[in-house]
């Protein structure tokens, strides 16, 4: 869950039932809503597909404002992606595809035990690690679901990058990136020191479904390494994952080491250069 929009998605709400209805406002919002749904369909199919699947569409919309399209829909598309995990019980995976939830993942140890292995500060542990913060710090399932959602986020912001704002730098890159190296790390740790979940990740069904989310997630990180200021720690947690101290598991887990491109790694580029290379 992206939790800044979460607040300022609240706060319009509460706005919208407190003030006096205008209609022009309202005509206008509408108006560019209609045109970023366009642009949806035409640039990130998959993301329009997570709208068309919304049984209720207003939930999708509340995410999308007109001050910033790519951002609105990313993130419109990331939290849909939650509803109907939780209505379906299964992944809705990119190409169209659904994967059961592996219910029995609640019962091993809570993922915020590996927050000690990142900085205390940073956005992403405190959102997603702390305790008493989101459900995915006490839940592995529900960090899988962020890995789900993520991906999609990414995937759909690259897509739509020919609509960013030049404005503004959005961290599109660090959210994947910094789940990815929380499962990175919660794999590590049950192999190390938690014997009953590292036999649990194991099983066939918790195996198959991190298998197959880990390898979305990387498609959709390496999708977007060649659009530059993506993000900003997105490199520090790509060295994690990439660091053969850390993956061990999670390679034993997907069957090969994590395969991100070195692009990813690669300094910045400006968009001017990156034209002229």
């Known amino acids: 869950m992206r939790k800044p929009f979460q607040a300022a998605a609240m706060l319009l709400i509460a706005i919208g039932m407190s003030q006096p209805t205008f209609a022009a406002p309202q005509a206008k919002q509408s108006g560019c809503q209609n045109q970023a749904l366009g642009n949806l369909e035409r640039l990130s199919p998959e993301g329009y597909a997570i709208y068309k699947a919304m049984s209720d569409k207003k939930q999708f919309l509340v995410w999308l404002t007109c001050d910033d399209i790519q951002l609105g829909l990313a993130t419109s598309v990331h939290e849909s992606v939650h509803v109907l995990t939780q209505e379906q019980d299964s992944f809705p995976l990119i190409n169209g595809e659904k994967i059961r939830r592996p219910h029995q993942v609640s019962k091993f140890f809570a993922p915020k035990q590996v927050a000690k292995n990142f900085g205390?500060?940073?956005?992403?542990?405190?959102?997603?690690?702390?305790?008493?913060?989101?459900?995915?710090?006490?839940?592995?399932?529900?960090?899988?679901?962020?890995?789900?959602?993520?991906?999609?986020?990414?995937?759909?912001?690259?897509?739509?990058?020919?609509?960013q704002r030049r404005d503004r730098q959005i961290d599109h890159r660090d959210g994947l990136t910094a789940i990815m190296a929380f499962v990175v790390s919660y794999t590590d740790t049950a192999k190390k020191s938690q014997p009953a979940t590292w036999q649990g990740l194991q099983a066939a069904e918790p195996k198959q479904v991190i298998q197959t989310l880990w390898a979305q997630a990387e498609t959709a990180l390496n999708s977007s390494c060649d659009i530059p200021a993506f993000g900003r720690k997105d490199k520090d947690y790509i060295a994690f994952i990439s660091n053969s101290k850390n993956n061990t598991a999670i390679s034993e887990l997907i069957g090969r080491s994590p395969k991100i491109s070195d692009e990813c790694l690669s300094p910045s580029v400006t968009s001017s250069t990156k034209k002229s290379s």
Do not use: C, I, W
């Open 120 to 163: 205390a500060r940073d956005s992403y542990v405190q959102t997603y690690l702390r305790p008493g913060s989101a459900t995915s710090a006490e839940d592995f399932l529900y960090m899988l679901d962020e890995l789900n959602a993520y991906s999609h986020d990414l995937n759909s912001a690259a897509k739509l990058v020919s609509l």
